[in-house]
């Protein structure tokens, strides 16, 4: 028996002193990836899925606008409603929105502006197509409407 | 001079890797990794009130009607249809159909590769050539976003596999190719050169909301 009572005279613990540089690493790329929110979004945000996306080239030129029910119905009531930044706005305040936003922009970048739609998949196309209209009228002709890439079926 | 004592003077670090744990799992809950990605459209120019709407005398055939009511159902080329996904090959046989081609579309034809030929079904009542043919999506104010998502979605499918056949690449090559770089810029144009992506978004009926 006493053959098997000999062991190798090294330590079996696991060296720990390297964990917490994997543990920064891994917060380090979060950290940096992390873009926390400016405004609080208060329409619901289920957006849809769709297979033909396409990325957006210039960041910088996007604005974007939240289109859905109200989070709380017992404030904002249960119809649809548009935020802009951190406030609900009106069809028509639409114009005036896009051209703070243009303002913000370089001078020869501002008619390639770009609106990011999201909106709600619950939502029915009579709001949608009237922001468009307005967006035809202030000449924001750029329309992105956000989706999630969907598993392709086929 | 004190007698310094002989214990270690170290810190002990073993506690670090539990802040920087805690640290991460904040992170790692308040991350949104920012999705830009979408469909993109062309939205026309606002009409202009000094000039008259410009008349409009294309052929029935050259265009391609896609309704959608407000129960969502479908209405393709005046018939009913159940599957949104049947859409984008019906949307490439229409472009491709080449019914009653010009000079140049004959040209264009004979660039075209095999694949795209095939579909190509000269039937005189579809669409003249690519350059004429026009897919007009009409909805109504109470179809759901869903639906037209689904549906443009198909319909943009249809000519991204077009245009990435043309140049042999496939439909998600074709739109990921970065405009910035010229190479990429110049099989973006050769892809679309002659075949303009004609979608036209038609103002919804009023009928449900």
Do not use: C
Not at chain 1, 2 to 17: L, V, Y
Not at chain 1, 77 to 99: C, H, M, R, Y
């Amino acid at each position: 028996m006493s053959k098997f009572k000999k062991k190798a005279n090294t330590s079996q613990e696991i060296p720990t002193s390297s964990l917490p540089d994997i543990i920064f690493m891994l917060l380090f790329f979060f950290m940096v990836t992390t873009v926390l929110r400016e405004n609080e979004i208060l329409v619901k945000q289920n957006i849809p899925k769709a297979t033909q996306l396409r990325k957006l080239e210039k960041k910088s030129l996007v604005s974007h606008l939240y289109i859905g029910k109200p989070r709380q119905p017992e404030v904002y009531g249960t119809e649809p409603k548009i935020q802009a930044n951190d406030a609900f706005i009106s069809t028509d305040d639409i114009v005036l929105w896009v051209n703070q936003e243009k303002d913000k922009l370089f001078e020869d970048e501002r008619d390639q502006i770009t609106i990011s739609l999201k909106v709600d998949v619950e939502t029915k196309m009579g709001i949608i197509s009237d922001v468009q209209q307005e967006l035809r009228e202030a000449n924001a002709r750029k329309v992105l409407y956000a989706s999630i890439r969907s598993v392709d079926t086929d | 001079m004190a007698k310094r004592s002989k214990r270690e003077v170290g810190v002990n670090s073993a506690p670090m890797a539990d802040i920087a744990f805690l640290l991460l799992i904040f992170f790692l809950v308040t991350t949104t990794i920012a999705t830009n990605k979408g469909l993109m459209l062309q939205l026309p120019p606002k009409p202009d009130p000094n000039q008259p709407p410009p008349d409009i005398n294309k052929n029935k055939r050259n265009i391609f009607k896609v309704l959608v009511n407000s129960q969502d159902r479908l209405l393709v080329e005046e018939e009913p249809l159940n599957d949104v996904r049947k859409l984008r090959k019906m949307v490439k046989e229409f472009v491709l159909n080449f019914g009653k081609p010009d000079q140049e579309s004959i040209q264009l034809y004979n660039t075209l590769p095999n694949s795209l030929r095939r579909l190509t079904r000269k039937d005189p009542n579809s669409s003249d050539s690519p350059g004429e043919a026009v897919v007009s999506f009409k909805t109504d104010r109470g179809t759901s976003y869903e639906m037209y998502m689904a549906v443009l979605d198909e319909l943009q499918g249809a000519y991204y596999e077009i245009y990435g056949d043309r140049v042999g690449i496939s439909a998600d090559e074709f739109r990921d190719l970065d405009r910035r770089d010229p190479d990429a810029k110049r099989k973006y144009e050769e892809a679309r050169e002659g075949i303009p992506m004609a979608i036209s978004i038609a103002e919804p009926s009023k009928v449900g909301e």
